[in-house]
């Protein structure tokens, strides 16, 4: 069976969103074209470290190409999406491993999830070279969505999943943690349990 690659050039969106309540939330990135739809799932973690790090790589292209690349320095209001992902929201497969790139030539931002993968392996050395075969095999990896994203796209997708990560449950003014409805135990009151 050959690998499975869910390919979006410019699709007409591309979000992150949630499914559940806070403190109980699903992350979803997903890509859509037409009536064509694809969903993965990954961690909260993940969306940030994805957002921030587009953020870091489209100011780069800014710089290096000293303002001539079609990259605006904050996202367009035109294109700002806010809405709900679209329904229904069948995972294709959870993500494992992300990667990010420039393509200069068609001034694209590219972003590749793939399947989130478990490897047997004696050592850590052993393990690598199996992770990086396996990554490499365009014909047997695991599955993958690519999606490739305009500058302003780009930038619109950094601000909506930045602000994903940062609708959840607010933090605890002493220790940061999440609170609950319900509260939480905070370690700087000595455990005692705090009302939200």
């Not at 050039?9 to 992150?16: K, L, M, S, T, W």
Request: aromatic share 4%.
């Amino acid at each position: 069976m050959s690998r499975q690659v869910f390919l979006y050039d410019q699709p007409e969106r591309f979000v992150a969103g949630t499914v559940g309540l806070p403190g109980r939330r699903t992350f979803f990135l997903q890509a859509s074209a037409g009536s064509r739809v694809t969903s993965v799932a990954l961690e909260k973690t993940q969306v940030a470290a994805l957002a921030e790090r587009m953020d870091e790589l489209l100011d780069e292209v800014v710089r290096r190409s000293g303002g001539s690349a079609a990259v605006p320095a904050m996202a367009p209001t035109e294109i700002t999406d806010t809405a709900p992902l679209d329904t229904p929201v069948e995972e294709e497969f959870r993500v494992g491993t992300m990667a990010l790139a420039w393509d200069g030539e068609d001034q694209r931002m590219i972003v590749e999830a793939q399947a989130l993968v478990e490897l047997d392996a004696e050592s850590e050395e052993d393990l690598a070279e199996a992770e990086e075969r396996m990554l490499q095999d365009e014909e047997n990896g695991p599955p993958m969505l690519r999606v490739r994203l305009t500058g302003a796209q780009a930038r619109a997708f950094a601000k909506r999943a930045l602000d994903v990560v940062n609708a959840g449950r607010p933090p605890c003014p002493l220790c940061s943690l999440p609170l609950d409805p319900e509260g939480h135990v905070c370690p700087r009151q000595n455990g005692y349990r705090r009302g939200a």
